[in-house]
């Protein structure tokens, strides 16, 4: 299983960026998938999941009403829309894929994209 995650970059804080994370290597539907994101210093947090199916979502409070995540299965691709972002978003962010088909467990990660907010 690969996950390759792109779309990040340098942007002013009010601004907006999105990620993209192709996955290969299995039915990527049956599958949760989420971002995670780990600021300088810090530990790996966990910032939104959507279900198998596009089942449910779910997001920290730290991003609720700012981020968007989203599947588009018959491409195999997870994304998050980050809006009105913050200097505290300034993070490296991991897209990662359940274990297995059903559990919200994570087992694969992506390398990690550089999100920077400039104030």
């Known amino acids: 299983v690969q996950l390759q995650a792109s779309g990040g970059g340098l942007v002013q804080a009010g601004g907006s960026v999105r990620l993209s994370c192709a996955t290969s290597?299995?039915?990527?539907?049956?599958?949760?998938v989420g971002w995670f994101r780990q600021a300088p210093g810090k530990e790996r947090e966990f910032v939104a999941s959507?279900?198998?199916?596009?089942?449910?979502?779910n997001y920290a409070d730290s991003v609720k009403g700012r981020f968007t995540i989203s599947r588009d299965n018959a491409k195999n691709t997870m994304y998050l829309q980050m809006n009105s972002l913050k200097p505290e978003d300034t993070a490296v962010y991991y897209c990662?894929?359940?274990?297995?088909?059903?559990?919200?467990?994570?087992?694969?990660w992506g390398q990690g994209t550089l999100v920077t907010v400039s104030s």
């Open positions: 990662a894929v359940g274990v297995a088909p059903f559990s919200a467990t994570y087992g694969y």
């Open positions: 290597g299995r039915t990527f539907s049956n599958y949760i």
């Open positions: 959507v279900g198998w199916r596009g089942g449910a979502t």
